[in-house]
């Protein structure tokens, strides 16, 4: 069964503007992480922003912030400020913890973001 | 620091060949794992190791085979090569407790024609 849905394959904003990429996951863990990651047209994969399953607030990393909801099994990535740069595939990724260690990443299907100037 | 480095960045194989992609990190990293992107797609896993002397499959490990002899080195072995081996390879290591995720390679590409 998939364990991280990104419903949005494509999504367009005006640079200046917010952004939101959706991303919901499944798991019967009650200890997790979830990742987000910028892939630019380069290639590489680059780390922005985690939560963790038991941290009190959202994260915010820059004009990064994860809209974590836990009941909802949600934790969407809100880009403020758009820039042309923003352009990017990005995706949600999840992590469980167990007691035997770490469950290796799991990665959704990626949203493309195209920023208009 | 050179963190994850992946040889080669290209490469094309005929149907059947046999090659070798190396991973090497100076993280001292305890997790390694590889993964394979198709267009348009996002990451899955191929084979990880959490450890030197340990490795596990993911979720696609046919026509696939790793070692790991070292904590640096985690070579994935391509035998047979078939055209829907055709991809992006990427490699990446992790610590086991941290919260900043994985560090990644440049990336693979491989073309079975």
């Known amino acids: 069964a998939q364990k991280i849905t990104q419903t949005q394959p494509g999504m367009f904003v005006q640079e200046k503007e917010a952004v939101t990429l959706d991303c919901t996951y499944d798991?019967?863990?009650?200890?997790?992480?979830l990742f987000w990651y910028k892939q630019p047209s380069s290639g590489e994969m680059i780390f922005l922003i985690y939560?963790?399953?038991?941290?009190?607030q959202n994260a915010t990393e820059g004009r990064y912030s994860l809209n974590f909801q836990k009941a909802r099994k949600s934790a969407n990535l809100v880009i403020s400020a758009s820039q042309l740069g923003d352009s990017a595939m990005y995706f949600c990724?999840?992590?469980?913890?167990?007691?035997?260690?770490?469950?290796?990443?799991?990665f959704g299907k990626g949203t493309r973001l195209s920023v208009i100037a | 620091n050179a963190g994850v480095t992946q040889t080669p960045k290209f490469r094309i194989l005929k149907i059947g060949q046999s090659m070798t992609l190396q991973c090497t990190q100076d993280?001292?990293?305890?997790?390694m794992y590889w993964y394979r992107q198709d267009p348009g797609m996002g990451l899955k896993l191929i084979y990880y190791?959490?450890?030197?002397?340990?490795?596990d499959k993911g979720e696609v490990p046919n026509g696939y085979n790793v070692s790991r002899s070292t904590t640096e080195d985690f070579p994935l072995r391509l035998e047979l090569a078939a055209p829907s081996q055709t991809s992006v390879y990427f490699c990446?290591?992790?610590?086991?407790?941290?919260?900043?995720?994985?560090?990644f390679g440049s990336g693979t590409r491989l073309t079975v024609v």
């Open positions: 990446a290591s992790s610590y086991s407790n941290r919260r900043d995720g994985y560090t």
């Open positions: 798991t019967s863990d009650p200890s997790y992480g």
């Open positions: 939560q963790g399953s038991y941290d009190q």
């Open positions: 990724a999840m992590r469980e913890w167990s007691n035997s260690g770490n469950t290796p990443l799991v």
């Open positions: 993280m001292n990293h305890n997790y």
């Open positions: 190791s959490v450890g030197a002397g340990i490795t």
